[in-house]
């Protein structure tokens, strides 16, 4: 398929679509900034005249340059996948699968598309079996809880460093530079505090939620549909925070596939110019230096999931905010029945379990805690080539890290 190709096809997306939908939601379609109607609100928000001049001069020359690849390309197909993850777009929005489908294919392609064939149709049964596995196991019995961390593991990315670099680039370094199992509340609370005190507004931010909830890729998609077709519970648990998860599924429209979140709370408070000018002193960054909100605004502020006032949890792989083993445990035998983030075995003998079975999926250090709280009958799916991964590798070749 050619770039020509797919212009034929602007007929086919303009009758599948509500009327006013390319023009009245820019962001559903990786080319529709270049056709949007001036009666829609520019994705940059307000600005002087010479900064939206600029801005779109930029956005010109940039969407200029991705033109130019599209008609370089013989293939249009893999590029808008890989820039704008397209298959996933036109599954989402009930486009029939004919429109991306290959119809020709160059000679030299032949070999890379068989091997591709061959690894998705692999991919595919895997997936079908492990599905009716847990379908299987779950016919006569308790049913079976999926739990979700949710950075790199329904995401390919972390929330956090992704919005911050749309919003407030230059104050990704703050959060980079923190490693698990540290408490990120702490350091994200300033950068939200900065990015506020730059003008970095409630609905910008929500917004840009939103968009990046268009970014989930497409297996998270499709497997967190699967579950509510099979009505398997979902649970996301991570240290992340309940603004940034919700916003993110609700963008991605699968926010009614999940059951629960369990997370850090995080709520809006209003503050005033002067409260925001001084809310980030600790950052180094002078009030000369970034254009200061005026009159009163709002931030987003986290509050731990864990909090301080409780004491100390007592688990010393997770950070204080958070102890996931500990909510997994609440999650299988009840709230009450944990101490220090383990339930005794009177405990598990007087409180019977909601679930068969709990599979587990994460990626990071923070998330050898609650795998370590799994039964045998339990399973644990581990991102290749982090932490937990990693964890897991070596606790197989020595039995004391089990």
Known sequence: MHVNELHQHRSCFRRQSPPGLLSMLPHQHPTSRLRQQRSVVPLGGSRTDLHQKSYALNLNMAWTRHLETLASAPDVRSVLERRFGMMSWFQRHGYPDSLWQQQQQPAGHAAAAAHASELSAAVATTQ?????????????????????????????????????????????????????????????????????????????????????????????????????????????????????????????????????????????????AADVDDACIGLGVSSSSSNSTKGSGYRLVIQPRHPESAGSHGCPLCPANLCKGSELHRLRYGSGTVSNGHATGQQQALCSSSYSRIVYAGDGANDICPALSLTENDVVLARAGDALAKYAAAAAADQSLQ
């Open 128 to 272: 079908r079996s492990d599905m009716e596995v847990v379908i299987e196991d779950n016919r006569d019995s308790a049913p079976v809880l999926l739990v979700f961390d949710f950075d790199r593991t329904l995401t390919n990315w972390d929330a956090g460093e992704r919005i911050v670099g749309e919003l407030a680039p230059e104050l990704v370094a703050w959060l980079t530079g923190v490693e698990q199992p540290a408490n990120f509340v702490p350091i994200t609370n300033e950068v939200l505090k900065e990015m506020a005190r730059r003008g970095v507004s409630r609905d910008k931010l929500l917004m840009s939620l939103q968009l990046l909830g268009s970014e989930l890729p497409g297996p998270t998609i499709r497997m967190l549909q699967w579950a509510a077709n099979n009505r398997l519970p979902v649970k996301v648990l991570s240290d992340c925070n309940s603004v940034f998860i919700n916003h993110i599924l609700s963008g991605a429209r699968v926010n009614n596939c999940v059951t629960e979140v369990i997370t850090n709370t995080a709520v809006f408070e209003k503050v005033s």
